[in-house]
Each structure stands twice: as structure tokens, then as C-alpha cells.
């Protein structure tokens, strides 16, 4: 955040140092400018009031991770401001959207990030490798009602973050962590009960899992005639289990004070209105366009537009096609589905990138085309993609090459059908006697003669006519 040296994951123990990362007599700091648009970014995504003037401050405490025993930080005049994360619970089906809310925030802040501990039976080990990388802080008003609305919280700003290109959130390697506090309060009243920290929470789903279990257990103590003691607790999400680490410092207990290094930082008109072009169309809002404009299911629209690349891709493919809801049918569940077995063939756990797939939004058009048109049938082109994907072939010239062009011709169809009532007395029978469902298989029959090469309606239309 104030140093030029390299970051990154996965490498030798304290070789990401410099002599500003690790306090040495003399270095001083300079600002990463890249770290500050990003975080103007994140606060114009989230709607937050974007500071004309912030200031750094030097937030004091010892501890074997900070090398400077102090962390550069904003204490009362951060970046960002107000703002609020649109979140969604789960509605009464799949199908439906759910509930939205938006949970407003405090603040969002801007400081460095402190070393990594690892503790033996014996002794702790400290690496100073992401001692110094940007740290970008987002705290929320105490507006969250249970476990599953984090959940929601934390999967929206996720996305959110990760649309933006401010951060890939990835868990696993730090760049998303999440510290949770919870109090609770008898029904009818209004004043928050004493606040517990939960730390060690590395995985969204252990988020959700540890503040159930902190709601239970604060209330477990409460209604036993006990009371909550204001403490940092760390949680276990193998065991479902936690434990308390440390009572919960106070802000006056940091001794917080203006860093004499570094200026403050003037943001104008002009600075943020180049950083605003960049500021993708926010998730929810893509959703709800696409729900009017193309006329789009809930559970098509769920699939796409948590994916800003399979958002391009859809919408270029329907610009081709004009057929928006076919083109999200065949993006959503063929192409994700061939993508996610390709990566399983390859034993990639996240499945085949879209930017590496052959099929793109002119194949979809291009087969959404041929199907309308009656070129093929709806299973035929199911056949057609699968082709499509492994060759990156267009679908017309699958289709020519394979002799795959839905039949019409009146006479051969008439002999299929034909063929089909004789092979099938009792189905015919059943329909003649009104049966409407008996009518399937004489079409199914026909479409296996045929190898899925008849055309469905004029086949329907035939049977019905041989059938009297």
C-alpha cells in the first residue's frame, strides 16, 4: 500500500519485504495510487459518498504481525461513506425472485494489511509476506438479522467486487476475509446487547454457520441468567464449536493520531468522474433489465448475471439472434453444461472458461436460427450443439455434413406416420377413443424412424388426420 515492493501468494516466507514493510530505521511510505482508485471504485459501486479529502492515521498496538507495531490506516475521515449492499433471500420457490434489501454501510477504508501468524504447540512463526499489501475495509451498520442474511450480504458483495475488477475475493488466499459481530436483544426491545467479535470465519458458508451458532450461544447464556462478556472469540468450522481468544479492544484503546508521512489526498470532480466510466451496471439492476427488456424467467436470469462474461456473451448472442429467451436457454443450461464436463475432463475444478470455449455468440445464434426456421428439430439441435462445442463448426455446417436437415417432405412423412399406427394398434386405439396423450407415442415412434429428422408439428398434424 506505501512501498513498490511485489505481492502475491504462495511464496518463500518473508521474501515480499522491503525496508518499509519491515520498519526499518529511516524508510518511508509512498502512496499506492492504484489501491485508492480501486477503492473509490468499490464506494461508487456501492452507492457510498466519495470524501474530498482523506486523511491516513496510525492505528497503534503490538503485536508480533506488525512489524512498525502501529498499522496506517483512516480513522474519522476515511474514502468512502454511507453506501448500502442489494441482497436477495431465497424466495418461496426457485423460480421467484426473493425478498431484496439493502444493507447500508458505515464506511469503507482504505489501510495496510498486516503479516501472517502460524502458530505450533510451542512456538508462532511470522511471515511477513502480505505485511503492507492495500486492505480494503467495508464495514456495515448493525442492519443484519441472522446468519442466512450474511450469507446473502456477503455472496452480493462478492460479486459485486469481483465485477468490478477491484478484487478476485478469492478466500483461499486471503484477498476476501470477514470478521462478523453479534449481539442480540430480547423481542420489543430496541438497544443492542453487548457485541462479540467472531474471528477465524474462512469460508462464506463457515460466516453463516458461526453467527448461528454465536446467536445460540449468546442466547443460550442470557436466558441462563448470565451476561455477555464484550470479547473477541475464534470459531471453528470443523467443529462447530467456539472458544474466546482475547476481551475486545476499544477504539480509544488503538491511540489513534494523524500519520506525520503522509499528506492528505484531495480527490476532485475530475478524478472521480474518470474512475465513475469504469463502474460496471450493478448485478441486481442487470437482472431486473433483463426480467423487462428480453422478457427473461427469474431462473434464466439467476444463471447469467452473476457472470459479467456470460452477460457479454448473452447479449451479443441475442443482438444476433433477436430470439433472446432461446439464446438464454441454450447459454444457461448447454453451454454451462458442456463447459462444466469439459473442466471435469480436465480435471479442472472450476470447469472450462467461457473465453476458452469454441462455441461463441454467433454458433448460438446461428443454431437458435436454424431451429425458429425449422431447418431442425429442438432434439436434433441438441445434437447439433454437442458437435458444435468439441469442432467449433457452425451449426449449418453440421447440420449439411451430417444430413441432419429436418425432413418436410408430405409423402415420406405420411409413410413414417403410417408405418407408426400400425406398429402401435393399442395407442391408436386409445387416441381414437380420445386419448390425447396416446398420441405421443405415435409421434415418438415416428421420430425414432426417422432419426429426429421429421418435422414435429407436421407429423402431429398427419397422425391426426390417418387417425380420423
Not at 529511516?26 to 492504484?34: H, T, W
Not at 436477495?88 to 447500508?104: F, T
Not at 412423412?413 to 386419448?435: C, H, M, Q, T, Y
Amino acid at each position: 500500500m506505501f512501498t513498490r515492493v511485489a505481492a502475491g501468494y504462495g511464496e518463500p516466507e518473508n521474501t515480499l519485504t522491503d525496508p518499509v514493510v519491515l520498519a526499518l530505521p529511516g524508510a518511508l511510505p509512498v502512496l499506492n495510487k492504484e489501491a485508492l482508485d480501486k477503492v473509490i471504485k468499490a464506494g461508487l459501486i456501492l452507492g457510498c459518498a466519495i470524501a474530498p479529502v482523506c486523511t491516513w492515521d496510525r492505528k497503534n498496538y503490538f503485536y508480533p504481525d506488525s512489524p512498525k507495531n502501529y498499522q496506517i490506516s483512516q480513522y474519522d475521515q476515511p474514502i468512502c461513506t454511507g453506501g448500502a449492499v442489494e441482497i436477495e433471500l431465497p424466495g418461496p420457490a426457485r423460480n421467484v425472485m426473493g425478498a431484496h434489501r439493502r444493507i447500508p454501510l458505515t464506511r469503507i477504508h482504505l489501510e495496510e494489511d498486516v503479516g501472517k501468524l502460524t502458530h505450533g504447540a510451542t512456538d508462532s512463526l511470522v511471515d511477513c509476506n502480505r505485511a503492507g499489501t492495500p486492505l480494503m475495509e467495508i464495514v456495515t451498520e448493525p442492519a443484519l438479522h441472522g446468519a442466512d442474511e450474511a450469507f446473502a450480504f456477503l455472496t452480493a458483495l462478492r460479486t459485486a467486487m469481483v465485477q468490478g475488477g477491484i478484487s478476485d475475493c478469492d478466500m483461499e488466499k486471503g484477498q476476501l476475509r470477514c470478521d462478523a459481530n453479534i449481539s442480540i436483544r430480547p423481542a420489543g426491545e430496541t438497544k443492542l446487547g453487548t457485541k462479540v467479535e467472531l474471528k477465524n470465519l474462512n469460508s462464506i458458508s463457515f460466516v453463516r454457520d458461526g453467527i448461528a451458532h454465536e446467536i445460540r450461544r449468546q442466547t443460550a447464556v442470557v436466558t441462563g441468567g448470565g451476561s455477555i462478556a464484550q470479547e473477541t472469540r475464534q470459531y471453528d468450522g470443523e467443529a462447530g464449536t467456539s472458544a474466546a481468544m482475547r476481551s475486545k479492544e476499544m477504539a480509544h484503546d488503538y491511540r489513534y493520531f494523524p500519520d506525520p508521512d503522509l499528506m492528505p489526498v484531495r480527490v476532485d470532480e475530475a478524478w472521480l468522474a474518470a474512475i465513475r466510466a469504469t463502474v460496471p451496471e450493478r448485478m441486481f439492476d442487470r437482472q431486473r433489465r433483463y426480467l423487462e427488456q428480453y422478457r427473461l424467467p427469474y431462473t434464466l436470469t439467476s444463471v447469467l448475471v452473476p457472470q459479467l462474461a456470460l452477460c457479454a456473451f448473452f447479449e451479443e448472442a441475442a443482438a444476433l439472434s433477436g430470439k433472446p429467451q432461446a439464446v438464454a436457454n441454450w447459454i444457461a443450461n448447454d453451454l454451462q453444461r458442456e463447459l462444466a464436463a469439459a473442466g471435469a475432463r480436465a480435471q479442472a475444478a472450476a470447469g472450462v472458461d467461457l473465453a476458452a470455449s469454441k462455441v461463441r455468440p454467433a454458433h448460438i445464434a446461428g443454431l437458435v436460427g436454424l431451429v425458429e426456421s425449422g431447418v431442425i428439430s429442438s432434439s436434433i439441435a441438441k445434437e447439433v450443439f454437442v458437435e458444435m462445442f468439441a469442432t467449433g463448426d457452425q451449426a449449418d455446417a453440421i447440420v449439411e455434413r451430417k444430413g441432419l436437415r429436418q425432413s418436410t417432405d408430405a409423402g415420406e412423412l405420411e409413410r413414417w406416420v403410417a408405418e407408426a399406427i400400425a406398429a402401435n394398434p393399442k395407442a391408436a386405439a386409445e387416441f381414437r377413443s380420445g386419448n390425447e396423450k396416446a398420441l405421443n407415442a405415435i409421434k415418438g415412434a415416428v421420430m425414432k424412424a426417422s432419426q429426429g429428422r421429421a418435422n414435429p408439428q407436421q407429423v402431429d398434424a398427419i397422425a391426426r388426420k390417418l387417425m380420423g
